[in-house]
């Protein structure tokens, strides 16, 4: 080993951003199975204020897409930068001031939900000391990341790249916009835009909020991890390169699908409508590139826990992918549209594609960093079944419930009269609420095995040293160091 | 074939592959949203919409600050049964100085646009205090908190009252003077059901027509 100018990958941040990841799945899922709880047994927020409905059904949100979300992107996003970049991180303390620096913020944001303090837009619920903060680390992880790429010794930028580079720049956009407010005091802010026009505003966000760290931060993710699991190159590199400009073209015209029938301009809604149809195609695009790129590799799948989970969840992705466009159509949605429809539609996506793809990748992941099997193989098949059992039955009650109530509440009887008053169609949910109840228990019981296994595979291990290879000359650009003596870190080439 | 050249120069330079993300993405907002933000029709208060006095304000921002648009919209539809159910459609102008809107997107709850007047004051004291001893088979949380704190201690008013004049809203000095002293005496829940009592009361006669519908 030619000792000093040994260079290594920055592995060491993504273990501990796995960590915090799957130390905030297991807070915000907790606190998704107290929400499922309220709806049976409403009182048991015992009346102290801050365990009330109102105050943490928003900590679940934020905890799951910031906390865990944001995290295994980051985890990942690093990782695999410095592999399809041979190049280890730009400025790894920079990286690492955004790994603690975003947990401080979800934990003390966390806590200001539980007090009160809320912009009340979903998903952009924290206060703006709160929205100034995450506009640095988010600022920061974009020189990071960007910084790698421009130091890459490899010509192309990898598909995955620009998946996870979407997500840093188009989210910092939606942020920084849909957070202008005037602060009155420290937890309290009005927002620059009133009514109708916040509400186009927000959806403007909120939506792409979904489709870019949602949907495309984790393809970011299959499209590094799933070549690499199934030892296959990705099926179609032009399908990739459409997909991509597809997806983040038409994405960001379908918010207002959200506010159908809603007091906005019909024009506005018309044309979310028709671009959420469009949105099928680069949607679906994506998941056939991930498929084929399995298709070679199907034996794998009888052994390998991991990658059924990811090939799970891009079956789930198919799925919420499917189902949204069709949501956004306005005489579907008009029965959809504030019903538990819409909370089964976004856990299809949430547990069945964002979940599991995240599961199947830390499966992979984490025995490769810390260089030591899986601690136990059956374990992660038994998660496997109560993932996909959980995911099923969430939202097959929801389903139930929400078309139920969507057609209950507009159902008129022939003298013209409302057939059922709200208080009876609540009533009438009650049983689908408890299946959904089960059916989180499920979830996280698998989620809390995954995170027993993760971490006796981690105990006691260090990090596995790995150092960039060599880069054939023909695809050179920057320069190397010179080749070291041992390429243990040689993988498939992306 | 020429896409694929032009993405090769992309994914090979950084700072090309940045400015086309951003370029790209940008153009739905730019044509969708920013004209929205000039369209007078969405921001002009239709003829009873006023601006909330300082107990409302504060009422709203209790709202806020528990969650109850969570639950609860604040967007009845165009449509015959939720007219029916509700009362007369919203209408955009009568949203005009809410910071932020707070129409939801999630009827846990019945829409609460047009809440204002149908209940008494004690109704709602009795239904937020224990809304099971209204209602039996409510999931609605109890909110005994709102009936211990003083209304004056939710959040600075005379500041959130200047915050808003230079947002626009049409307060008065004298207004914004006499905001403390409106508080005075009133409890958080007071506050609450002084907000809920005027939601919907932008209501005009024109709008009972179903034009749009
Ligand atoms: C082509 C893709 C998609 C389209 C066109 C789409 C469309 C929609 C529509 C129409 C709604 C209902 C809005 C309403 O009536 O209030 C909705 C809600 C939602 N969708 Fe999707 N969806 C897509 C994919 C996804 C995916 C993959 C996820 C991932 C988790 C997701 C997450 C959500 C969430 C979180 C909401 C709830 C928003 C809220 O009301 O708070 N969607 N989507
Ligand atoms: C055991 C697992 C989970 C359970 C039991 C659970 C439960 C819940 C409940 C009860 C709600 C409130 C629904 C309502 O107000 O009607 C909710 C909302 C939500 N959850 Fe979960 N959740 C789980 C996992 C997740 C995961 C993994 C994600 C994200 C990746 C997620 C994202 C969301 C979002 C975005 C909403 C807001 C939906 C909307 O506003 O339309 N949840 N969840």
């Known amino acids: 080993m030619s000792q000093n100018t040994k260079e290594i990958y920055h592995d060491h941040i993504v273990i501990r951003l796995i960590q915090f990841s799957l130390f905030w799945v297991i807070v915000a899922m907790a606190v998704g199975v107290y929400l499922a709880a309220e709806f049976i047994w409403p009182e048991i927020d015992f009346g102290q204020f801050w365990l009330s409905f109102g105050r943490i059904r928003p900590l679940h949100t934020n905890g799951i897409i910031f906390g865990f979300g944001v995290s295994a992107l980051m985890a990942t996003a690093f990782y695999s930068v410095q592999r399809t970049s041979h190049v280890p991180l730009f400025m790894p303390r920079l990286a690492w001031f955004c790994c603690y620096a975003w947990q401080l913020i979800i934990l003390l944001g966390g806590l200001s939900l539980l007090a009160g303090w809320t912009s009340s837009k979903e998903y952009a619920e924290l206060e703006w000391p709160f929205d100034i903060a995450i506009a640095i680390v988010w600022v920061c992880f974009g020189v990071v990341f960007f910084g790698t790429i421009a130091n890459r010794r490899i010509r192309p930028i990898y598909v995955s790249n620009w998946f996870y580079g979407g997500l840093i720049i188009v989210i910092a956009m939606l942020h920084i916009v849909n957070n202008l407010a005037i602060p009155v005091t420290i937890g309290k802010s009005y927002s620059l835009y009133a009514g109708a026009q916040d509400a186009i505003v927000q959806w403007w966000y909120g939506h792409n909020a979904v489709g870019f760290l949602l949907t495309g931060g984790f393809l970011g993710m299959m499209y590094y991890f799933l070549p690499k699991q199934s030892g296959q190159p990705i099926w179609s590199y032009r399908l990739s390169v459409v997909s991509f400009w597809a997806f983040t073209y038409s994405y960001i015209w379908a918010g207002p699908h959200h506010l159908h029938f809603s007091a906005i301009p019909e024009w506005v809604q018309s044309l979310a409508m028709v671009m959420s149809l469009v949105l099928l195609a680069p949607s679906w695009a994506s998941m056939i590139n991930g498929i084929m790129t399995v298709s070679k590799a199907w034996e794998r799948l009888r052994t390998d826990p991991a990658l059924k989970f990811v090939v799970m969840s891009l079956a789930f992705y198919g799925l919420a992918t499917f189902e949204g466009p069709m949501m956004a159509i306005r005489s579907v949605n008009v029965v959809s549209h504030f019903t538990d429809w819409t909370i089964g539609h976004v856990h299809s996506g949430a547990l069945g594609w964002n979940a599991m793809i995240t599961y199947g990748t830390f499966y992979y992941l984490v025995p490769k960093l810390v260089g030591r099997e899986l601690y136990s193989t059956k374990m992660a098949n038994l998660h496997f079944w109560l993932a996909l059992a959980g995911t099923m039955l969430y939202v097959l009650s929801m389903w139930a419930a929400g078309v139920s109530q969507g057609l209950l509440w507009l159902s008129i009887d022939e003298y013209g009269q409302l057939s059922f008053s709200f208080r009876e169609i609540m009533a009438a949910m009650s049983s689908y609420y408890g299946l959904r109840l089960i059916a989180g228990l499920i979830f996280f019981a698998g989620t809390i095995l995954m995170t027993w296994n993760l971490f006796m595979t981690m105990r006691g291990q260090k990090t596995v040293e790995v150092t960039p290879p060599p880069v054939a000359e023909k695809y050179r650009i920057n320069p190397s160091p010179k080749p070291a003596a041992d390429h243990t870190g040689t993988e498939v080439p992306a | ?213």
């Open chain 2, 1 to 213: 074939m020429n896409g694929i050249k032009l993405h090769k120069k992309l994914e090979e330079n950084t700072g090309l592959l940045i400015f086309g993300i951003l370029f790209v993405s940008a153009i739905g907002g730019l044509v969708q949203v920013i004209p929205s933000l000039y369209d007078e029709s969405l921001s002009t208060p239709t003829a009873n919409t006023r601006v909330y006095d300082a107990v409302e304000l504060t009422g709203r921002d209790i709202y806020i600050r528990e969650g109850c648009h969570v639950c609860h919209s604040q967007q009845i539809r165009p449509l015959v049964a939720e007219v029916e159910r509700y009362g007369p459609y919203s209408r955009a102008g009568e949203f005009a100085y809410d910071r932020p809107f707070l129409w939801g997107s999630k009827r846990t709850g019945p829409d609460l646009h047009r809440v204002g007047g149908k209940y008494t004051d004690i109704w709602h004291e009795v239904h937020l205090l224990n809304p099971r001893a209204v209602v039996p088979e409510s999931i609605m949380p109890a909110y005994p908190w709102l009936f211990e704190r003083n209304a004056s201690q939710a959040g600075n008013i005379k500041k959130k009252m200047q915050a808003l004049k230079r947002l626009g809203h049409p307060y008065t000095d004298d207004e914004i003077a006499n905001a403390a002293a409106a508080l005075d005496g009133l409890l958080e829940i007071d506050a609450l059901v002084r907000y809920l009592q005027m939601l919907g009361t932008g209501y005009d006669e024109s709008m009972n027509d179903m034009e749009g519908m």
